[in-house]
């Protein structure tokens, strides 16, 4: 079946600028995960959704991030106002249980925020 | 709070040898479980293998295992017989199993494998 799918897969940006993100996890995942891979940071966490739960956005790094799910489905990830230290591979992953399954990631957005 | 140290940070192994890639892990969780994904130059994070805390027996996949060690709090990934699609970045993470938690991963800094001739 299809795996996770992120678009689009680069942004090119100008600071200050605000980003949209998508994504689309396995048809049927419940969970879907934000992380986001930077040169100095490595790979982190920023948000979790779990079906109708509130999310977890104890990893968004301030408050020009924000993210939704719509319909359980697709996810979209803002970043408002840009900063150059937002430049990363922001990825998705999806599992279809969330304390026991394997996530599965998609295959990335690179920001750049210029 | 949940820690994974990955102490190589460059690899290299000739083609059809084995390898082992070092990950130890700290945890206050009872309960918790174990991945190591596979990040080649096209960027996406590939699931190779998972081990479970309570699991008795080494988690295999085909020409990957894990060399669990608990007591030791490490969770070294073996691959045998590699080959040149081996070379990547490779990354060991863990979760919290415990139902309530965001169960997000914590990942390490990873190891770059390169496979030789």
């Known amino acids: 079946g299809a795996g996770v799918s992120q678009s689009p897969s680069n942004k090119v940006t100008e600071k200050g600028k605000d980003v949209e993100l998508r994504c689309d996890p396995i048809s049927g995942h419940t969970a879907l995960y934000w992380y986001r891979q930077s040169l100095g940071q490595g790979l982190e966490f920023l948000i979790y959704f779990q079906g109708n739960s509130a999310p977890d956005k104890s990893g968004l790094p301030s408050d020009r991030f924000s993210a939704e799910r719509t319909g359980g489905s697709v996810s979209t990830l803002t970043i408002q106002r840009t900063q150059q230290e937002d430049s990363a591979v922001y990825l998705c992953a999806s599992s279809s249980r969330p304390y026991t399954d394997t996530q599965y990631f998609g295959p990335g957005t690179r920001l750049t925020v210029l | 709070a949940q820690k994974i140290t990955q102490t190589q940070p460059g690899m290299f192994v000739q083609e059809k040898e084995a390898v082992t890639l070092d990950c130890t892990y700290d945890?206050?969780?009872?309960?918790?479980?174990l991945f190591w994904y596979k990040q080649p130059s096209s960027g996406e994070m590939i699931f190779l293998i998972y081990?479970?805390?309570?699991?008795?027996q080494n988690a295999t996949e085909g020409r990957y295992s894990l060399n669990f060690q608990k007591a030791r709090k490490s969770a070294n990934l073996v691959i045998s017989a590699s080959q040149l699609g081996d070379s990547a970045m490779y990354f060991c993470?863990?979760?919290?199993?415990?139902?309530?938690?965001?169960?997000?991963?914590?990942f390490g800094t990873g190891t770059r494998l390169q496979v030789t001739l």
């Open positions: 993470a863990m979760r919290d199993l415990r139902t309530g938690t965001a169960s997000k991963l914590t």
């Open positions: 081990q479970g805390s309570y699991d008795q």
């Open positions: 945890t206050s969780d009872p309960s918790y479980g």
